[in-house]
């Protein structure tokens, strides 16, 4: 299955009640999603939300839910492991590439992100509603696939060793420490021996870009099947861009760091930092 379906073909599997969709909308800015799915959404979308459906134990921003925890949230949502999910965001494509890969860190297959987002759905001249419907509860059975995911420690050790390689989803400005982290208590700079893929870069009218220029930027980062590659960004929502677009240049050797630089970048840490170009 390709990581992202058309406007087109999503509403003819809406009209087969073959699908479940999600918006799966987040900003940075702190802008209420929420509410603005409350206004308008593709009928029938339920409203997966990032930052309810993380762990809680941590103080590090929308980590992971545990298996548990999201299989009674999208059980809730009328979703069961079999189903084949959509998801999309007001943006184009933004956060539902996290969502779509924490259904695939839960291990669901079958699940798309919707090309060009809500825009794009709206550009096709496809119907919005601001009905809430009320789902019929399902029970999910998540089969967790701990290689999807790495932690700091795991990362510290892998740092720099042959046939890895970190890719780093923030602004170059970000990753060579010229612009400030927009989140207090961090550090600038980027992990020693990573590289800079800003997201946008994978991205053309809110989608990602055709697979062969896809596995253009890779080549061009000397990314190959041999070398596994750790995403990252600044809270784990944009790393799972490149997530996503290896998947679908069908790269499989691949980990999300998820405290990405909320937990590496922290003041209050030792973990190696360096400013300016990545060295190649």
């Known amino acids: 299955m390709t990581t992202q379906i058309t406007p087109v073909d999503l509403q003819k599997r809406i009209e087969a009640r073959a699908v479940k969709v999600l918006d799966g909308s987040w900003a940075l800015d702190g802008t209420d999603m929420f509410d603005l799915y409350r206004q308008d959404h593709i009928p029938g979308a339920q409203f997966f939300d990032i930052e309810a459906i993380s762990d809680h134990s941590t103080d590090l921003p929308h980590m992971a839910p545990s298996p548990d925890q999201f299989a009674n949230a999208v059980g809730l949502m009328g979703i069961c492991e079999t189903d084949h999910v959509v998801i999309y965001d007001r943006q184009g494509l933004f956060s539902a590439a996290r969502v779509w890969w924490t259904f695939k860190l839960m291990g669901h297959d079958k699940v798309q992100v919707l090309c060009g987002g809500l825009p794009a759905w709206r550009a096709a001249g496809l119907p919005v509603t601001a009905e809430v419907d009320t789902p019929v509860p399902a029970t999910y059975r998540p089969t967790f696939r701990p290689e999807r995911i790495i932690d700091r420690e795991t990362l510290q050790k892998t ?122």
């Open 159 to 280: 740092l720099g060793a042959a046939g890895y390689c970190v890719l780093d989803a923030r602004s170059q400005t970000r990753f060579e420490g010229v612009a400030p982290e927009p989140r207090a208590g961090l550090r600038s700079g980027h992990m020693p021996g990573s590289l800079s893929l800003p997201f946008g870069n994978l991205i053309r009218d809110g989608a990602l870009k055709p697979r062969d220029e896809l596995k253009a930027i890779f080549n061009g980062l000397d990314v190959d099947e041999s070398c596994t590659v750790i995403t990252s960004c600044g809270s784990g929502v944009t790393a799972a861009i490149i997530s996503m677009a290896l998947t679908e240049v069908g790269h499989t050797a691949e980990q999300l760091y998820d405290g990405s630089w909320s937990e590496w970048g922290l003041e209050t840490l030792t973990t190696p930092v360096v400013t300016g170009p990545a060295q190649i």
